[in-house]
């Protein structure tokens, strides 16, 4: 199985609603990864989990809540967003975080839109 | 913020010619991806070149690597109308352990 897997697909929620995006990958990958694209921009990079543990927080505000409850899953939990964090979330996995073994595999995104 | 930036940002060509996209980055790095990504969705791995490497070919890909300028090539040949989409570089920081992705070329080919 070499698929990421992300649910769900799309997500509207208000502003006061708490919500969480998963992301699955049963391929042994011990590096998972958060990602939030705007349209029309790359993806910046938000949490890097290694061996289940965070790895890289890249000053992502409290609102985004990482949690990677074991070496295939990794969640991310929302609360009180704002209309601005609306975006594609991306979820992605790789071997682990060194260089040579850091290819990574991505799932197809939770489209996001905050009311 | 983001080390890359790649140009054009918009490639528009015939289906069977070939498409040159460029990537400039500012640190040092360890390796250099490329990645396709179709319209709103997921990126898909092109290819992986090391700090080490020059050049590389996978099928109608190729890859150059220069790191004395800190840039990067990719070319597609005989460019076929599903090969559009948008190609974004990413590179591996060194002594970072991040992962930085390119500004992004959007390609059209049009049949």
């Known amino acids: 199985d070499t698929e990421v897997t992300q649910t769900p697909k799309h997500l509207v929620m208000g502003m006061t609603n708490k919500k969480s995006l998963k992301c699955e990958q049963h391929?042994?990958?011990?590096?998972m990864y958060w990602y939030k694209q705007k349209a029309k921009k790359p993806p910046e990079l938000m949490f890097v989990y290694s061996y289940e543990k965070l790895s890289i927080n890249e000053s992502v505000p409290s609102r985004f809540s990482p949690e990677c409850p074991n070496s295939s899953l990794l969640n991310l939990h929302l609360h009180a967003l704002q209309p601005e964090d609306s975006a594609l979330y991306l979820c992605?996995?790789?071997?682990?975080?060194?260089?040579?073994?850091?290819?990574?595999?991505f799932g197809p995104g939770t489209r996001l839109t905050v009311l | 913020s983001q080390q890359g930036e790649e140009d054009p940002q918009a490639l528009s060509i015939q289906e069977g010619e070939n498409a040159t996209m460029n990537c400039s980055y500012k640190t040092s790095i360890n390796n250099l991806q490329w990645y396709r990504q179709n319209s709103g969705r997921g990126l898909v791995h092109l290819i992986l070149?090391?700090?080490?490497?020059r050049e590389k070919h996978s099928g109608r890909l190729r890859v150059t690597l220069d790191t004395s300028k800190k840039s990067s090539s990719l070319l597609i040949t005989a460019s076929r109308a599903a090969d559009t989409a948008s190609y974004f570089c990413a590179t591996d920081a060194k002594n970072f352990n991040k992962f930085y992705f390119g500004s992004g070329t959007k390609l059209n080919v049009k049949p």
């Open positions: 992605a996995s790789s071997q682990d975080i060194l260089s040579s073994r850091n290819e990574q595999f």
């Open positions: 070149i090391r700090s080490n490497e």
């Open positions: 391929m042994g990958h011990r590096a």
